[in-house]
């Protein structure tokens, strides 16, 4: 049965950690490797891999010490190229090439942000359990079937970006850069919409805005939506 914990999200960094019982793997690795091992009361030694989506720090802060850890990094060539590491335990993926470790098979996708060659993971295990990961994507161009669970950003709510900018405690400037490197509730909602939920059992919203989100309405306007269990990361 598939375990997702949560051990950090949101700009400062994120990092999440998930099982289906036999192979666990760390999504992101944007915290310190110390507060990693101590979210998992220590018990690293049986992590099977790291899936990085992209090089900003935020999301692959502790890269080199999970290598030196013994753990296996997953990442295409460009956050690769721009996370600035070498080790023979980098393992460069591409988009639409599946892959397996352990009793995993993942599909990286392409995502939409502002850096070198982000990926989003469609990753299955041998229950039939199919789990989403998108993060740090204004949007998602393709559509999935059979998923069981969802980890996808829900990052601000346009009105709430609009009316902070308005206020000048938001720069014109990042609101920009928003609309075009992270998701809205907005794309969110259209996104779920589009995507076959009839199997979905739990929706994470990821990296929610520590100015620009309102994680009791988001969860809410969610589970109306859905009508699926919705879990706000990190809180």
Known sequence: MLNIKVLASS??????????????LLLECGISFKEIQ???????SDIQGCLISHEHKDHCKAVSDVIKAGIDVYASQGTIGAMNVSSHRLNVIQAKKQFNIGTWTILPFQ???????????LLTNQAGEKLLFATDTYYVRYKFRGLTHIMIECNYAIDILRKNVENGKVPAAMKDRLFKSHFSLANVKEFLRANDLSMVQEIYLLHLSDGNS???????EIQELTGKIVKIAGY
Do not use: M, Q, V
């Open 111 to 121: 995502t939409e942000h502002d850096c070198a060659e982000p990926l989003g993971f």
């Open 11 to 24: 700009s400062k960094g994120n990092c999440y950690h998930i099982t289906d019982g036999s192979t666990p």
């Open 214 to 220: 309102d994680s009791d309405r988001f969860k809410r």
């Open 38 to 44: 101590k979210g998992l009361n220590f018990k690293t």
